[in-house]
């Protein structure tokens, strides 16, 4: 990384060069500041365009209107069919849609232009995981982990323990959370996967303990309200029981949680 003394540098020496330009703004013959060819320029502007609706694009996905992040991420690609986060973008689209053979084959594109990008391996790697084909997963996930530029590790440290939870690989998943649970103590999804993996080895109040401290910091969904039942069943604590077993009734009557607990199956 260039130090800030070596930016300023740089730039005296570049303005320097442009000075050295003759009457008219001609290039002296020792000059080698080249003004950009209008390939270029139409390049930079697509690139440009593709970017602000790539943007908008994602700001519709983060508001759930996929049809007009869709249009978007296309009206990009048709300005710069190279710029790699549209599909990165068209991805998670596609997997929202429900369409994993399109999804499949954008984030194809997406590493084949920036294999080593860690959002695009993180994203790559959750996908595999939901697709039931996690051995493949995990090495998109250390990928992401392994670039010391990735901003969030503890997103793919907490998709690739619930990874190994899904596989029931219970000695895998506790690696990636205690690294995520150290770079990140308060990480909610971190703290909910721990919680989980506790119950998965009998340790019944180390469950709830991680559990409550997701519930500070988070409210309750179906999968962490019924997983605080099942806890509150193997402790005999029958009051966090009926209260858990009231929440899913009351706020999520549709989900696959409360329709395990009307057919009475805990495990």
Known sequence: ????????????????????????GSRTEG????????QELVRGEGRTRAKAHTDLGFEYYSQGQMGLALQEA????????????????????????????????????????????????????????????????FQYFDSALQNPLYPTPSV???????????MHDLKLAE??????????????????????LRYQQKQYPEARYYLSEAHK??????ASAWLALRIARHTGNREDEARYLSLLRKKFPDSDEYKKLMRGTFE
Do not use: W
Request: charged share 15%.
């Open 1 to 24: 990384m260039k130090t800030i003394g070596q930016i300023v540098t740089g730039a005296f020496l570049f303005f320097a060069l442009l000075g050295c330009a003759g009457p008219g």
């Open 74 to 137: 296309k009206v990009a690609i048709s300005n710069d069919s190279a710029f790699t986060p549209t599909y990165n973008l068209l991805a998670l689209i596609y997997i929202s849609l429900g369409d994993n053979k399109a999804a499949e084959d954008a984030f194809q594109h997406a590493i084949q232009l920036a294999s080593k990008d860690p959002e695009i391996a993180n994203n790559y790697g959750q996908f595999l995981c939901q697709t039931k084909r996690e051995a493949q997963a």
């Open 217 to 222: 910091n988070s409210e309750p969904s179906a």
């Open 175 to 196: 690696g990636y959370l205690f690294k995520a649970l150290s770079l990140d103590p308060n990480d909610v999804r971190a703290q909910f996967a721990t919680a989980n």
């Open 156 to 166: 793919a440290l907490s998709n690739a323990a619930e990874c190994a939870l899904q």
């Open 31 to 38: 000059s080698r500041i080249q003004a950009p060819s209008s």
